[in-house]
Every structure is written in structure tokens, then in C-alpha cells.
């Protein structure tokens, strides 16, 4: 039988159990779920930071409405990992897939807790696949695989130093929420997945369009008096990145050298291939699909000088890019 080491699920950890990122699904896109996780860690940094952003009384009001907005998701996403077929991964394969993701950020962990000598991790994370009931999963694997990701998360922040970083995290949670849906058995229409589908597009704009004025406030009162928690907030806001499998140039473009103020609806140009995107209100974009080589990025942006950007990418390869216009 697998373990059910208790660990105290707290402010940090209660959010994971939304359903986050159902990225085997036909319905959401990857960069969908990607953005949801995005929110779910700004969600964590405005209840970690409360006291502060509550001396903001304006600010705090706008965050009480984002985060109300973003509650109001998990029905949403409930609806969104129902079909009509049934599901679309066995408990097995379902479990195997969260293990692999989940064990080797457990084994780095317990190494971190071991050099420092924390007992409580270094039992939680002393995490083995025989610990997991492989062969006919259960709820006690899910309940290990939550304390497992409530513990990884709690100490994230020190957990960096062995390289565990939130963005692993989430994938690891996406995948522990697709092992829960496989524990049912699912009982919504596929109209209603429909119908949940246009709900969850009404609430991610809402979301963006109340976390956009948030960015604002939050980086033009506190960027001075506080701008350790403000680069640490603009992290937060950054979507991460999927495995490619064709020629990928993503960037992200900022009007500041600080890289704090992200410029919205610039055109990104890849001038020899004569493709281009525009911005999101991240300031995030990429262009998908070329022919690689030795190429050049130019930006527009109104009221801003234009900038070139010299890039090389190799067929089938992944390339970042940050742009500052000033």
C-alpha cells in the first residue's frame, strides 16, 4: 500500500487542487493552460503579500475581483475534463505519467533536505515508485501525489537552489489533475463541455483584463519603496514554455531596461520570412513554423522608435528572445 504521509495543506497549497491545466484535452490548448497556472501564481502572490497590497485600498479591491473571478474557474474547468467518449487515459497510465514528473523533484528535494537537515521534508520526500500502487491505482496515490506537490510548493522558495522551479511544478499538478479525473467516472454532456468552454473564455478575459490593471498598479506604486516584491510579481506573470517541435521564436517585449512595463500589440516581424505577430498585454508573442537560420526580428510600437533584433535558429529548434525598445 502507498504512503499517506500528512502534510498541512495551506493557502499556498489549497489552490492546486483546481482543475488547472487539462493539456491531454482537445478542448484546451496548451498555452491556455499554461496562462491558467499563470494566474493560479499570481493568485499566491497576492494572498502572500496581503497585508501590504491591503494598504492600497483601490489595488486591494481590484484583487478581491480577480481573485473572485478566478474562483469562479473551477467549476469551468470541472466541466472542461468531461466528454461524451469517456476517458481519454487509463488510472495507469495517468498515475505513471504524474510519478515520472513528480519522483525526480522529490529525490532532488530529499537530497535538499538532507544537507539541511530538515526532518520533516526529508520524510515526505524520502519518495520511492514503490511507494505508488502502480498497477491498480487508487485514491491513496492521489492523496500522496497532493501532499507530495502541497510540500514542493510550500518550501518552492528554497527549493530553487536545487533547481525545482514553479513552472515544473505546475506541469506536475496539470498531471495530477488529469490522475483525479481518471479516479471517476465522468458525468457531464459534451454539450455541456461546449457550453463550458465559451464560460471559460468569458472568465480568462475578465482575468486578464483585472490582472493587467493590477500589473499596473502594483509596478507604479511599489517599484520604489518595494522592488524586490515587484520583480518578484513580474515573474510571476511569465508563461512558460511548452516542448516544440517546429522552428519556435518566442520574445517578450518590455518599454523599460528594467523589464517591468511589457509593451502591448507591437509587431514582431521575422523580416527574411516575412511573417509576424503581435503582442499580448504580457508584452509575450511567438512565431511558429519557419524555415531557420540567421534571421532578423524587427518590432513596432507606437510611439516607439522601430528595433531590429538579429537571431539564429536552427530547423525544429526553440529560441527566446527579450526586446527592450528603449
Not at 494566474?39 to 485600498?57: E, G, M, P, S, V
Not at 522592488?227 to 522552428?247: C, E, P, Q
Not at 511573417?275 to 510611439?303: C, N, P, S, W
Given at each position: 500500500?502507498?504512503?499517506?504521509?500528512?502534510?498541512?495543506?495551506?493557502?499556498?497549497?489549497?489552490?492546486?487542487?483546481?482543475?488547472?491545466?487539462?493539456?491531454?484535452?482537445?478542448?484546451?490548448?496548451?498555452?491556455?493552460?499554461?496562462?491558467?497556472?499563470?494566474?493560479?501564481?499570481?493568485?499566491?502572490?497576492?494572498?502572500?503579500?496581503?497585508?501590504?497590497?491591503?494598504?492600497?485600498?483601490?489595488?486591494?479591491?481590484?484583487?478581491?475581483?480577480?481573485?473572485?473571478?478566478?474562483?469562479?474557474?473551477?467549476?469551468?474547468?470541472?466541466?472542461?475534463?468531461?466528454?461524451?467518449?469517456?476517458?481519454?487515459?487509463?488510472?495507469?497510465?495517468?498515475l505513471a505519467d504524474v510519478?515520472?514528473?513528480?519522483?525526480?523533484?522529490?529525490?532532488?528535494a530529499y537530497a535538499w533536505?538532507?544537507?539541511?537537515?530538515?526532518?520533516?521534508?526529508?520524510?515526505?520526500?524520502?519518495?520511492?515508485?514503490?511507494?505508488?500502487?502502480?498497477?491498480?491505482?487508487?485514491?491513496?496515490?492521489?492523496?500522496?501525489?497532493?501532499?507530495?506537490?502541497?510540500?514542493?510548493?510550500?518550501?518552492?522558495?528554497?527549493?530553487?537552489?536545487?533547481?525545482?522551479?514553479?513552472?515544473?511544478?505546475?506541469?506536475?499538478?496539470?498531471?495530477?489533475?488529469?490522475?483525479?479525473?481518471?479516479?471517476?467516472?465522468?458525468?457531464?454532456?459534451?454539450?455541456?463541455?461546449?457550453?463550458?468552454?465559451?464560460?471559460?473564455?468569458?472568465?480568462?478575459?475578465?482575468?486578464?483584463?483585472?490582472?493587467?490593471?493590477?500589473?499596473?498598479?502594483?509596478?507604479?506604486?511599489?517599484?520604489?519603496?518595494?522592488?524586490?516584491?515587484?520583480?518578484?510579481?513580474?515573474?510571476?506573470?511569465?508563461?512558460?514554455?511548452?516542448?516544440?517541435?517546429?522552428?519556435?521564436?518566442?520574445?517578450?517585449?518590455?518599454?523599460?531596461?528594467?523589464?517591468?512595463?511589457?509593451?502591448?500589440?507591437?509587431?514582431?516581424?521575422?523580416?527574411?520570412?516575412?511573417?509576424?505577430?503581435?503582442?499580448?498585454?504580457?508584452?509575450?508573442?511567438?512565431?511558429?513554423?519557419?524555415?531557420?537560420?540567421?534571421?532578423?526580428?524587427?518590432?513596432?510600437?507606437?510611439?516607439?522608435?522601430?528595433?531590429?533584433?538579429?537571431?539564429?535558429?536552427?530547423?525544429?529548434?526553440?529560441?527566446?528572445?527579450?526586446?527592450v525598445m528603449s
Amino acid at each position: 500500500m502507498p504512503r499517506t504521509t500528512s502534510y498541512p495543506h495551506n493557502e499556498y497549497s489549497s489552490p492546486l487542487n483546481f482543475y488547472l491545466l487539462i493539456i491531454n484535452s482537445n478542448i484546451m490548448t496548451y498555452k491556455q493552460a499554461l496562462k491558467i497556472a499563470m494566474f493560479l501564481r499570481i493568485t499566491l502572490f497576492f494572498k502572500k503579500n496581503k497585508t501590504l497590497l491591503d494598504t492600497f485600498t483601490f489595488l486591494a479591491g481590484i484583487i478581491d475581483k480577480f481573485q473572485d473571478a478566478y474562483s469562479r474557474l473551477e467549476p469551468i474547468l470541472e466541466q472542461q475534463a468531461a466528454n461524451t467518449t469517456g476517458l481519454t487515459k487509463t488510472k495507469e497510465q495517468a498515475l505513471a505519467d504524474v510519478v515520472n514528473a513528480l519522483l525526480p523533484l522529490c529525490r532532488k528535494a530529499y537530497a535538499w533536505a538532507r544537507i539541511n537537515k530538515n526532518e520533516t521534508l526529508k520524510s515526505l520526500f524520502n519518495i520511492h515508485v514503490t511507494d505508488f500502487s502502480m498497477s491498480s491505482p487508487g485514491q491513496d496515490d492521489y492523496t500522496l501525489v497532493s501532499n507530495l506537490i502541497a510540500g514542493l510548493n510550500t518550501n518552492i522558495t528554497d527549493l530553487l537552489e536545487v533547481r525545482i522551479t514553479k513552472i515544473q511544478l505546475d506541469e506536475a499538478t496539470a498531471l495530477s489533475i488529469i490522475f483525479k479525473s481518471t479516479l471517476g467516472v465522468p458525468q457531464k454532456a459534451k454539450k455541456d463541455t461546449t457550453a463550458a468552454t465559451v464560460s471559460l473564455d468569458e472568465e480568462m478575459l475578465e482575468l486578464t483584463d483585472l490582472e493587467e490593471i493590477c500589473h499596473d498598479l502594483v509596478v507604479n506604486e511599489y517599484n520604489i519603496t518595494d522592488h524586490d516584491m515587484v520583480l518578484t510579481y513580474v515573474a510571476s506573470r511569465k508563461i512558460g514554455n511548452t516542448t516544440k517541435t517546429h522552428t519556435t521564436v518566442s520574445f517578450n517585449v518590455f518599454a523599460d531596461a528594467a523589464k517591468l512595463i511589457p509593451i502591448k500589440d507591437a509587431a514582431v516581424t521575422i523580416v527574411e520570412r516575412n511573417r509576424t505577430e503581435h503582442t499580448d498585454y504580457l508584452g509575450m508573442g511567438e512565431i511558429v513554423q519557419f524555415k531557420g537560420g540567421k534571421l532578423t526580428l524587427l518590432i513596432k510600437a507606437e510611439k516607439l522608435l522601430d528595433k531590429e533584433v538579429p537571431f539564429q535558429v536552427k530547423n525544429g529548434q526553440h529560441t527566446d528572445l527579450e526586446v527592450v525598445m528603449s
